[in-house]
């Protein structure tokens, strides 16, 4: 009962924030515009995220695996969302040497900070995997990912026992306003980062991933919303709290309302 209860606010949540949020990103107006003043919405929000989370854990297991499909269920190309063409010109200066100069950093709470080429990912034991993409506006695309496992990066970077949470660095700009401009980040705890599914993707369909779906690198977790997984990332952080990033929610669009464990 309570649980349907708070799922039915956050959806309520979402619709609304959708709407207000695309005004967002045209006009630059408060982040929160669109939601009452006190933060009432928010606070509904953020019991029911922590409710959902734990239930979510417990109901299907820390292992699950999302459901994987068949060479004949891929029927479109993947549908590009969000940026789909970064105009920021570091990445358009590593797109036009084909991404040579591009180097994935893993860094924070390791022993053994890493920069990896993309060659050297690709060097790495890959999995590949025909999932189901879900995007919270409300739309599916089943595609072919291809990528090095987190958990093996994550093994060769040495996680510090105090490490909690792998953050995403991206190289698109999401947001452009007086304040500053932002570029995309996002995160997942080690739980997610280190399922077998969890994969730093650079195919897509058995072609070289596209710049629109996030070239030369994008995460792919698979029990979760497309939101949580960043495209063009370069740099991984293993952190123990978000409390120095963006407003301390732990992504851009969970610092703008969205929940911060977006799982199915
Ligand atoms: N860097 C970056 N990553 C991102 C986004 C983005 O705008 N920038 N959008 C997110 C959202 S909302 C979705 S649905 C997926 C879209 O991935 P696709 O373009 O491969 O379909 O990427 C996610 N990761
Ligand atoms: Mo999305």
Redesign the pocket.
């Known amino acids: 009962m309570t649980i349907s209860t708070f799922r039915i606010n956050r959806r309520k949540f979402l619709g609304a924030s959708s709407v207000a949020l695309s005004g967002v990103l045209l006009s630059g107006c408060d982040v929160f515009d669109g939601l009452p003043a006190d933060g009432s919405v928010r606070n509904v929000l953020e019991s029911a995220n922590d409710l959902t989370y734990r239930v979510q854990r417990l109901l299907a297991g820390r292992d699950a695996l999302a459901q994987e499909f068949s060479e004949a269920d891929i029927r479109q190309p993947?549908?590009?969302?969000?940026?789909?063409a970064?105009d920021d010109s570091v990445y358009k200066d590593l797109l036009s040497k084909d991404f040579a100069d591009w180097r994935l950093e893993v860094a924070g709470l390791v022993e053994k900070p890493l920069s990896l080429s993309r060659d050297e990912l690709q060097k790495m034991p890959s999995r590949t995997q025909i999932t189901r993409?879900?995007?919270?506006?409300g739309?599916s695309?089943i595609?072919k990912w291809t990528g090095t496992p987190l958990s093996l990066v994550l093994d060769e970077a040495k996680v510090k026992p105090e490490a909690r949470f792998v953050v995403?660095h991206?190289?698109?700009t999401?947001e452009r306003s007086l304040s500053g401009d932002v570029?995309?980040?996002?995160s997942i705890d080690l739980v997610d980062a280190r399922h077998p599914q969890t994969i730093l993707a650079y195919g897509?369909n058995g072609k070289p991933l596209p710049v629109?779906?996030?070239a030369p690198l994008?995460?792919r977790v698979e029990r979760q919303?497309?939101?949580?997984?960043?495209?063009?990332?370069h740099r991984i952080e293993l952190v123990d709290s978000f409390a120095a990033m963006g407003f301390g929610k732990g992504g851009?669009?969970e610092d703008r309302g969205y929940d911060w464990f977006g799982g199915m």
């Open positions: 993947q549908r590009p969302n969000g940026i789909t970064p993409h879900d995007c919270v506006e739309w695309c595609a995403f991206c190289l698109d999401i570029k995309y980040y996002g897509l629109e779906n996030g994008r995460v919303l497309g939101y949580k997984m960043p495209k063009y990332i851009y669009w």
